[in-house]
């Protein structure tokens, strides 16, 4: 678990110039904001950039500086375009080195089918840490406080799942409330409840062409003593005909 003196915050660096060009859509970065969102940790920024070392270079150190975790989803692997390592050591001004264990790893695996697109994969920037997981496929990669996530979303849940609870901080609680109402009917009331609730952070969201409800409200906070004093505060002063439920 995490040291949760302070609130932990997040950068997810999508890379790969399919997301950018429309022929993959992106998964990962819901994936993850929903996972560390669970957990505690505020995610700040998604970037989403294409396969160039300096693009990838320069993300990754700014968001490293800034943001307590960065995970990165995509460029892992043995072909061309695989350049988030190179990316990463360009950034930190680090060379790239085969990684002892990576190398063993593949040299026991593959034997004599061992080439250079396999080596390439055991490739990191000096310094990296790689976290194996004895069955798992293929390590984890870490660099400094940058998690270095291949893009292929089944391989990024099962890993991303080994490492889960060294996030673990404080837990941000949530309620929604359903409103069969527009946003412009309960703007008034919801206003007075977010002036009156700092500690908490509301969202309203419309919902189109959905017969039961118009609107969603989420609450949110680590104080689940002020979430539920907040949201009966709301639930009290809005409409009874409206709230279709609450969860």
């Known amino acids: ?13 999508i890379i790969g110039n399919e997301i950018l060009s429309g022929k993959v859509q992106d998964s990962n970065s819901f994936y993850l ?12 920024r998604i970037s989403v950039i294409p396969d160039d070392v300096e693009t990838i270079g320069r993300e990754a150190l700014t968001f490293s500086g800034i943001f307590d975790y960065v995970f990165t989803s995509g460029g892992v692997g043995p072909t061309h375009d695989d350049i988030t390592i190179a990316g990463i050591a360009r950034g930190f001004g680090v060379k790239v080195i085969r990684h002892p264990a990576l190398e063993e790893r593949f040299r026991a695996r593959y034997g004599e089918a061992l080439n250079d697109p ?6 990191v920037p ?12 293929f390590p984890l990669v870490v660099f400094r406080n940058i998690f270095i996530f291949p893009g292929i979303p089944k391989y990024l849940r099962e890993k991303f799942v080994l490492i889960r609870e060294r996030f673990r901080c404080a837990a941000i609680y949530l309620e929604k409330l359903f409103l069969d109402a527009e946003e412009s009917d309960i703007a008034p009331s919801l206003n007075k409840i977010v002036e009156g609730h700092r500690e908490v952070s509301f969202g309203s969201y419309p919902v ?9 409200i989420t609450a949110e906070s680590r104080d689940e003593k002020a979430l ?8 009290a002063i ?3 005909r409206i709230i279709v439920r609450t969860e």
Not at 118 to 123: D, R, S, T
């Open 118 to 123: 396999i080596m390439k994969m055991a490739e």
């Open 208 to 216: 189109l062409d959905n017969p039961e409800y118009k609107i969603v």
């Open 1 to 13: 678990m995490s040291d949760c003196s302070t609130i932990k915050t997040a950068g997810i660096i």
């Open 238 to 240: 809005l409409p009874k």
């Open 33 to 44: 904001v929903s996972e560390l969102r669970a957990l505690g940790v505020n995610i700040m």
């Open 228 to 235: 539920n004093r907040a949201v009966g505060e709301l639930v």
């Open 126 to 137: 000096e310094g990296a840490e790689v976290m194996d997981f004895g069955n798992a496929r």
